[in-house]
């Protein structure tokens, strides 16, 4: 299918299926006149993408990710390295510190909501 036909049956902009075309996360067959043909496996590709995106892993990420190499017959390719699971749990350490600053900054703010409120009374 065209790329504007992609976009829509998976739910990704035609700006983003450039995108990630151009980063070589994804690699859609050419017609003969040029255009763009997405078949199944590169639309799944698509939304294993929007998936890592939307749980907050980098571009960088995620090529490291899809790129690994299949060829390896002791490697099972739908299996992270662990390399990647490290990254990942690294990026999670980090969300787990940021959640936990602003945890603090919202007990602070309801501290001083609440002291505000009991000196109007």
Do not use: H, K, W
């Amino acid at each position: 299918m065209r790329i504007g036909e992609a976009s829509r049956a998976s739910g990704v902009s035609v700006r983003s299926l450039r995108f990630y075309e151009g980063e070589g996360l994804i690699v859609p067959g050419r017609c003969s006149n040029g255009y763009r043909d997405y078949c199944p496996s590169t639309l799944e590709r698509v939304r294993v993408i929007r998936s890592l995106l939307a749980s907050g892993l980098s571009v960088r990420l995620i090529m490291t990710l899809l790129s690994r190499p299949g060829d390896d017959p002791g490697v099972d390719p739908e299996l992270p390295s662990a390399e990647f699971l490290a990254e990942v749990r690294r990026y999670r350490d980090r969300l787990d510190d940021r959640i936990t600053a602003l945890v603090a900054r919202r007990s602070a703010l309801e501290g001083f909501l609440a002291r505000a409120r009991d000196g109007r009374r």
